[in-house]
């Protein structure tokens, strides 16, 4: 099912990702990551598909020790969690690009009608009635829009503070799970203490790596379109008020 979901996702994306009408810096850029962020997610995920039966334990232990010892070592989700942030990824990015139609397309009702007003004026009511005008490009002029730069730099905060937390998650939570290939385990219901070994740590690891490369490329260029967005419509718009003013 994951497979045809993915298969299924990856035609949409080249088609949204192939418009041209570009109406705000980096939009195909961020429509590229989700597509990637989407197949890497599914890649990374298969060594662990079948963690359960990776775990092994020496000795004469029963079926529900091994599922406690388990248990215990994988106390919190991984596959789970990797899903949820590429889910938070695809929500910020989605309520972003709303938004920003939601406003294009105001824009572009408001030239309409202005320029039918123009046309009105002017008294050609017969180019009106055979030739409606109706821009196809706009974009989105962060200059006089403040509270839609606001919105802008939000997102990539958002994605930055999410990326930051799921960086933490994989480094310090995820990595350590299989750091090592043989551990001890001792519960109180069956004290042991048992050797367990998990199968394929390094493909594992591999896994986890690929995700935290993915995850700092993210916030590297969430960081780069933040610093770039106010220095070049914030900085630079309040200095250009200065001098005129001057």
């Not at 930055?160 to 937390?165: A, L, N, P, T």
């Amino acid at each position: 099912m994951a497979a045809a979901a993915v298969a299924g996702l990856i035609p949409v994306f080249h088609s949204v990702a192939g418009d041209k009408s570009s109406y705000y810096i980096g939009r195909q850029l961020w429509f590229g990551f989700i597509a990637v962020y989407g197949v890497v997610v599914y890649v990374v995920r298969i060594p662990w598909a079948l963690i359960h039966k990776d775990f092994w334990c020496h000795g004469n232990i029963t079926y529900p020790c091994l599922v406690e010892c388990f248990e215990k070592r994988f106390s919190s989700p991984v596959v789970g969690t990797w899903y949820f942030f590429f889910f938070l990824f695809l929500a910020f990015f989605f309520l972003m690009e709303f938004f920003m139609a939601q406003i294009r397309h105001k824009q572009i009702k408001a030239k309409s009608v202005e320029s039918l007003a123009n046309e009105v004026e002017e008294g050609s009511m017969v180019a009106i009635q055979e030739n409606i005008p109706c821009p196809k490009k706009s974009i989105l002029n962060f200059h006089r829009e403040k509270m839609l730069l606001l919105l802008y730099l939000l997102y990539f905060l958002l994605q930055v503070g999410s990326q930051g937390v799921f960086l933490f998650l994989l480094m310090f939570q995820h990595l350590p799970l299989v750091s090592k290939a043989v551990i001890q385990c001792s519960t109180t219901s069956c004290p042991g203490p048992y050797l367990c070994l998990i199968r394929g740590t390094m493909e594992k690891q591999m896994s986890i790596y690929t995700l935290v490369t993915l995850s700092g490329m993210i916030v590297l260029f969430c960081s780069g379109f933040f610093l770039y967005s106010i220095h070049h419509y914030l900085l630079k718009g309040l200095s250009g008020a200065k001098f005129w003013v001057d």
